[in-house]
């Protein structure tokens, strides 16, 4: 399902009002997987990914994933918008870093138009 996404947090550091009003909001669809990726205890490691399928070589990641989400809120039948908190990997100097991050997301509907074929944005 296609989500428009906006990221709550930059470098663990929450963003406040007029950052988050001049943030870019990313678009894409929205998988919630069981990565196995260095396992070695058979545990559940679960990410969110935001990905662009139409990408060259295939889907590709639009911002980093999220590890370990959890919902925070839900959709409801007046507010579709969904909040998920976890954490996400960046690679520094010392190593892998970890920082907090919550992502609120909106579900987009596509709509066709008779007269168009190109499906379009609502």
């Known amino acids: 399902m296609l989500f428009r996404l906006m990221c709550l947090y930059q470098n663990g550091v929450a963003l406040g009002t007029e950052e988050l009003l001049t943030l870019p909001h990313y678009t894409g669809y929205l998988v919630l997987e069981d990565w196995a990726h260095r396992n ?3 545990s559940f ?3 969110a990914r935001l990905l662009d399928l139409k990408a060259q070589g295939g ?3 639009i911002v980093p994933p999220l590890y370990n989400p959890h919902p925070v809120k839900m959709p409801d039948m007046q507010d579709a918008q969904m909040t998920l908190h976890g954490y996400e990997r960046q690679v520094a100097e010392d190593g892998l870093v970890a920082h907090i991050q919550y992502w609120v997301l909106l579900p987009l509907r596509l709509k066709e138009r008779i007269d168009q074929q190109n499906p379009i944005l609502v």
Do not use: E, K
């Open 40 to 42: 070695r205890f058979s």
């Open 45 to 47: 490691n679960w990410r």
């Open 59 to 61: 889907p590709r990641d």
